[in-house]
């Protein structure tokens, strides 16, 4: 049987500065998509990457006395590595100064002008840096943007232009069923009902970025190249093209519910299924920024805690609101739930099946599972709910032990009992494979069976189980 594909990208991210735990987050979303795809059996692409063709990033280079493409190799260097310690399953990773990509972008630039949405005038007006968008009077809080707090740049230039607002209707007609949560669809649905100008698309005499290939004096405005990213970055576009999911921070909405989806009817592609917008990272419910000195490197969290504990950590924020997060935090649910939860039910079982052994029976525990209420939470991306609702299962596990004090002499079926919690084990394990693959892969070693799919519900096979390593060490709080 052929299995049927699907494609996920998170954003790429810009070089100008080492990774922060906003990244780290949008990563482990993506990966946990991915992971739970490939489980259900699809064939699965996943593309991630940065962004190295952007403005700030030359002037983070400047402002360190490097060249530009040295300063984005090493960069680039650190956003693979935190792909690498989170564990990130992605399929290919993309560089936007990779030759392949310019000319992807290209191609797709002179379908568009081939259709006549392209044409040439003068553009006015304010462009923010760090966003690296043009900006309106009305997009300014006291002269400034609101995400960076500087003062946008004052251009006046010739410019080639795209004529977005020709899409207008088709765009109202197509973002309330592409974009997720429907707060974010009503976010863009209402700024283009408030008038959609057209998009200027380059930069007149820019020394870094793609060159526009109807007029050699100017480069590609980047947000155009880098959007195109999640085509050049396919390897087999004929089979993966369309994105099934592209998982995006809501700072970058407007570029992929509007001009994103325009840019490709008029270049004749497919449109993507569906936008998945998460929310930001918080602190106390504040800002986490460089210039408030509260941010939280993953880099450095990944040296001091395992990749699982930082995963499951992150994942039981709220993707569709902003959520607090910090080191404490983290420490807090490691000990909490994966040490004393998870952690303590595997080492009870195991030590006790070591022991005592196993008798094959009906596992009548597992009914208080609520399977298909975790499977429709993840299929929404409500991933800290399921992890909720797995963690549920796990203290009933954990009170059946209790309760049936299968170590003492009154309990006879003390077999038949950890065998039920064996396969109760098995479940939850391959529930949490895409959440947190190296605890999972552990549990499967040790009780002998296969993380996939179809095994959830076919009851475990009786094998040698061995009192392994304790999954999670508790951590002291520094
Ligand atoms: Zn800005």
Redesign the pocket.
């Known amino acids: 049987m052929v299995k049927k594909k699907f494609y996920l990208t998170t954003a790429i991210d810009y070089v100008n500065a080492s990774p922060h735990i906003g990244h780290a987050f949008e990563k482990v979303i993506a990966d946990v998509i991915s992971r739970w795809n490939q489980l259900k059996g699809k064939d699965v692409f996943f593309l991630t990457g940065v962004d190295e063709n952007a403005q700030k990033n030359v002037d983070a280079a400047k402002k360190a006395g490097v060249p530009v493409k040295e300063f984005v190799d090493k960069n680039a260097k650190l956003f693979l590595k935190l792909c690498e310690k989170l564990n990130i399953n992605y399929d290919s990773f993309i560089r936007t100064t990779a030759k392949e990509h310019a000319k992807v972008v290209q191609d797709i630039i002179k379908k568009i002008f081939d259709n006549k949405d392209i044409y040439k005038g003068v553009y006015e007006g304010l462009y923010?840096?760090?966003?690296?968008?043009y900006?309106t009077e009305k997009d300014l809080v006291d002269g400034k943007?609101?995400?960076?707090?500087?003062k946008?740049e004052y251009r006046k230039e010739e410019a080639y232009f795209f004529k977005l607002s020709k899409y207008k209707d088709k765009l109202l007609e197509i973002i309330p069923k592409y974009v997720v949560p429907e707060k974010r669809a009503n976010e863009v649905l209402n700024r283009i009902k408030e008038g959609l100008q057209d998009l200027c698309i380059t930069r007149k005499g820019a020394e870094w970025g793609i060159d526009f290939p109807i007029d050699k004096n100017f480069k590609v405005y980047v947000w155009v190249d880098a959007l195109i990213n999640y085509i050049s970055g396919l390897q087999d576009k004929e089979k993966y093209w369309p994105a099934d999911v592209h998982v995006i921070g809501k700072g970058i909405n407007w570029f992929h519910s509007v001009i994103w989806p325009a840019l490709l009817l008029s270049a004749g592609y497919e449109l993507p299924r569906k936008l998945l917008v998460h929310g930001y990272l918080t602190l106390k419910g504040g800002k986490i920024s460089k210039s408030l000195g509260n941010t939280v490197d993953p880099l450095e969290l990944l040296e001091k805690y395992p990749s699982d504990s930082v995963r499951y950590a992150l994942l039981k924020c709220s993707i569709f609101e902003d959520s607090d997060f910090s080191e404490e935090i983290l420490i807090e649910r490691h000990n909490n739930e994966l040490a004393n939860k998870l952690g303590n039910l595997v080492s009870r079982v195991s030590s006790l099946i070591e022991k005592y052994g196993l008798d094959k029976t009906e596992n009548k525990l597992i009914k208080k599972l609520k399977l298909k209420t975790i499977e429709k939470l993840i299929q929404d991306y409500k991933f800290d709910k399921a992890l909720n609702l797995i963690f549920e299962f796990i203290d009933v596990c954990n009170e059946y032990i209790q309760d049936k004090k299968p170590w003492t002499e009154e309990c006879e079926d003390k077999k038949k009992i950890l065998y039920e919690l064996a396969d109760s084990i098995k479940s939850i394990s391959i529930l949490l494979w895409s959440f947190m693959p190296e605890t999972s892969e552990k549990i499967a070693n040790q009780f002998n069976f296969k993380i996939n799919y179809k095994e959830i519900k076919s009851p475990l096979k009786i094998s040698k189980i061995k009192k392994g390593e304790n999954l999670f060490t508790k951590i002291k709080k520094g």
Do not use: D, F, S
């Open positions: 923010c840096v760090g966003c690296e968008e900006k943007c609101p995400e960076h707090n500087t946008p």
